[in-house]
């Protein structure tokens, strides 16, 4: 099947500062990736769809100012965490769509964040 | 109410029995029903994946949606511990925004 990579896989920050986190899809092109957050045993929010060479189509309740999302090329979209605080502190996960065979989305291996 | 209701289990058999795990829906606007495997701290893996209404076999795997009861099922024959996992019911309608609304995930531990 496809492959989405994730990076980094987890990640230790202060708060105040900004994460970013990284999804490519190594051997298909993405015109759309998708972000998404999970707590603990709660199901995955999506927090914003991503369109390459576009604006970023957030959810309703996420600050957009906040989860700042680029989606620069069909292979990479970048979600940056910016000045984190400790209730940011979750399993973040992103995926993509294959742009030619138009499939349900391929998920990455997820980016789990801590906020200190 | 939730757009999809799934019973967070933990849902404990034997290795070799029958699985069975169901989701409720309330938007009748869905068209596309998948179930997702995911390991704990692991992004999920979609497993099946179906249109509308009716049965889909994958190995050990039966995938069904009745859409007139609202209500999708996923089955594992011949249970392995390896198939020790949250599933995750997953769906969408069939419009240009193709968002996916998933279930809370039902976690699964097989017994050797």
């Known amino acids: 099947g496809a492959v989405v990579s994730q990076h980094p896989s987890w990640v230790i920050c202060k708060s105040g500062t900004s994460v970013k986190i990284e999804c490519r899809s190594l051997d298909f092109q993405a015109t759309t990736m998708f972000w998404y957050r999970q707590f603990p045993k709660q199901s995955l929010m999506l927090m914003a769809t991503?369109?390459?060479?576009?604006?970023?189509?957030?959810e309703q309740g996420v600050e957009k100012d906040k989860f700042l999302i680029n989606h620069a090329s069909l292979t990479l979209s970048t979600l940056t965490v910016t000045s984190a605080h400790p209730e940011d502190s979750s399993f973040y996960i992103c995926s993509a769509k294959n742009r030619v065979l138009n499939t349900e989305a391929f998920f990455g291996q997820g980016t789990r964040l801590t906020v200190v | 109410q939730k757009e999809v209701e799934q019973d967070p289990g933990p849902l404990s058999v034997p290795e070799g029995a029958i699985v069975s795990l169901n989701c409720t829906y309330s938007?009748?606007?869905?068209?596309?029903f998948m179930w997702y495997r995911q390991y704990s701290r692991k992004g999920p893996e979609l497993l099946m994946y179906t249109y509308s209404s009716g049965n889909k076999e994958d190995g050990r795997f039966t995938a069904q949606v009745d859409k007139s009861s609202k209500y999708i099922s996923l089955f594992i024959r011949d249970s392995q511990p390896s198939d020790s996992a949250t599933y995750l019911c997953a769906m969408r309608n069939s419009g240009g925004y193709q968002k996916v609304t998933f279930g809370t995930g039902t976690k699964l531990q097989v017994i050797p």
């Open positions: 938007n009748s606007a869905f068209q596309y």
């Open positions: 991503s369109n390459e060479g576009s604006k970023a189509t957030y």
